[in-house]
């Protein structure tokens, strides 16, 4: 990967990105106020007597600008927690399923694929309202526990046409075990992928977290961007023309969404020069790539879209 | 042939997959500790009036009622049974309503509001991805970059953000609601009229998402297509870049009559949350009141039909490519 090759793109993805983990990470004790601390009353309007104030108050009169550094903490660490866990299910049995074959394959196949017909958010919604204590990270246990088929099945559609070149054999006659294989000699094909994939698990799971917050099946006893919101709308900010209480975790929600998204378009581009264009030249080359790669990877899924493109609608949660 | 046999294929993968559903549909909301029961006892009695002996019996009264003193499987049996019979059981809340009632308020709504966001969010999304990749240059980067935004803000972000805009400070719509106060639902111009300008603002905030995912989607597509093996031969063959973009276009369709699919689950869930931003009287709404109270049978409900919607969609799609796709055809038989 080469600095040349990022664009414009990833650098303002990166930027709002930034901007975003500051917030969650150094916010907190920068402002400095308990967001349950009462401190003003019903929608009190933003004003300049202290940080804490810098957004007004929200319907219990508590500081926005603490319920915000602390959602987007909440919010992020739901993230990486539900998309490391997504991630880590999708790619172990995506590998296996693809690597191993046989009726191992068959059956983790068909648990993907059921998995995959039916709705993620249904499923995260009757867990949830099954579950008697919230925190952020039961939650984003169940949002990682259900979020992984799609990530699933890319993988095993790309480690079945791994499996099939020669290192993997050589490999193999070198006496390596098979998960040994696994980590070493295919893995590494998926690698730029499984970023990406990442990416999206996390971008998804902070938009699922907040869609079960706005729905009422959010944390309890925490504050998150999703919680905010709930209160928000529940108290009637929006009608009442209180802008201070839901613009601010109406417009995070929408960076971490888009710097997320942008993220692994311009790590789409980087790893996948296809989607690279502009000059003749490039795309020329790109051209005799994609033959290559088209003969080499005998594409066991007919008529489906390539991998890579699926995530973007799957990304679900809005 | 090959196509009937594809078909029937899918349908019983369709039937299993349906099973599933229902099993987590029905064993999912009962591994909460504690019965519903109690709450709603426990809300009778709390006005005074029937203790001891007398709550007692209601509750074994509504035991019955609800079925839950029998052993689990044979409440699933029940529950399937029912579900056969097109009977969703009694809502716990608002006892006794049925919920097929509750929903058959609700259902009318959120399909008005759904229907056609995803049929005109389909056409205009794809016609725009498809001239953006074929334009390039700076249309291109515009219609991307715009897509990719619309598309990654979460449905009720952008529904918030038109409210606050168009409702509460423009004032040019109605902020909340389905139709005035004081008006009922029926079959009128005035009802109609009236309703409309309740039904834009969700409306736009689907529609607008919905169309930047389809462009973003087939924006791809299209570059890939351009830039496949066919289309370079076309060029060398001199062919007008009319019949080439025709060429490219059906090609990138495949993906996105997939996609489609895909998108429509997703879209579903997010009106839900849309629907609760602009107190539209369907699904979401209904389901959020029902989170509220525990009303198990009709969040039960709601999660059953918006499942069902999702299969059902999906395997429309997939006659919908047998259809149109030879090469899935071939797969199924071996043929290829």
Known sequence: MKISNLTPRFWVAAALLGFTLLLGAVGPYIVNTDPNAVIGGLYDPPNGSSIAMWLGTDNEGQSVMANLVYGIRTSLWVGLVAGAVATLIGVIIGLVSGYVGGYIDDILSAITNIALAIPTLIVIILVSVALQTRTPTILALVIGFTAWPWLARAVRAQSTSVRTREHIDVARLSGARSITILAWDVLPYLLSYVVMAFVLQVSAAILFEATLSLLGLGPSGSVSLGIMLYWAIAWGSVRTGAWWAFLPPTIMLSIISFSLLLLQSSLDEVFNPRLRRGKLRRRRAAAEERADSQLAAASPQVGEAPAIETPVTTGGGR | ?336
């Open chain 2, 1 to 336: 042939m090959a196509l009937a046999r594809y078909l029937g294929r899918r349908a019983i993968w369709y039937v299993v997959v349906l099973f599933v559903a229902l099993a987590l549909n029905f064993y999912l909301p009962r591994l909460v500790p504690g019965n519903p029961v109690d709450a709603i006892v426990a809300n009778l009695t709390r006005g005074g009036g029937a203790t001891g002996e007398a709550a007692r019996e209601t509750y074994e009264t509504y035991m019955r009622e609800f079925g839950l003193d029998k052993p689990l499987w044979q409440q699933f049996l029940i529950y399937i049974q029912n579900l056969f019979q097109g009977d969703l059981g009694t809502s716990f809340a608002q006892y006794p309503a049925s919920v097929n009632s509750l929903i058959g308020e609700a259902l009318p709504w959120s399909l008005a509001l759904q229907i056609p966001a995803i049929l005109i969010g389909w056409i205009v999304g794809n016609a725009l991805g498809a001239i953006a990749a074929f334009k390039g240059g700076w249309f291109d980067r515009g219609a991307f970059l715009s897509s990719l935004f619309l598309t990654s803000i979460p449905y009720y972000c952008l529904a918030i953000v038109l409210l606050y805009v168009v409702g509460v400070q423009l004032g040019l719509l109605p902020v909340g609601g389905a139709y005035s106060f004081g008006l009922s639902p029926e079959f009128s111009l005035a009802f109609f009229g009236d309703a409309i300008t309740y039904f834009w603002l969700p409306f736009w905030s689907l529609v607008l998402v919905f169309i930047g995912g389809q462009a973003v989607g087939m924006r791809s597509m299209a570059i890939y297509e351009l830039g496949a093996d066919y289309v370079n031969y076309g060029r060398g063959l001199g062919l007008r870049d009319r019949t080439i973009t025709r060429y490219g276009f059906r090609n990138a369709m495949l993906p996105q009559i997939t996609g489609l699919a895909l998108s429509i689950g997703a879209m579903i869930g997010g009106a839900l949350v849309t629907e609760l931003v602009f107190s539209y009287p369907g699904v979401g709404t209904l389901l959020f009141n029902a989170i509220g109270q525990n009303d198990y049978p009709v969040i039960q409900a709601i999660a059953l039909l918006i499942t069902l919607a999702v299969l059902a969609a999906n395997f429309a799609v997939d006659i919908l490519n047998g259809v149109i796709d030879p090469r899935i055809r071939a797969a199924q038989t071996g043929e290829r």
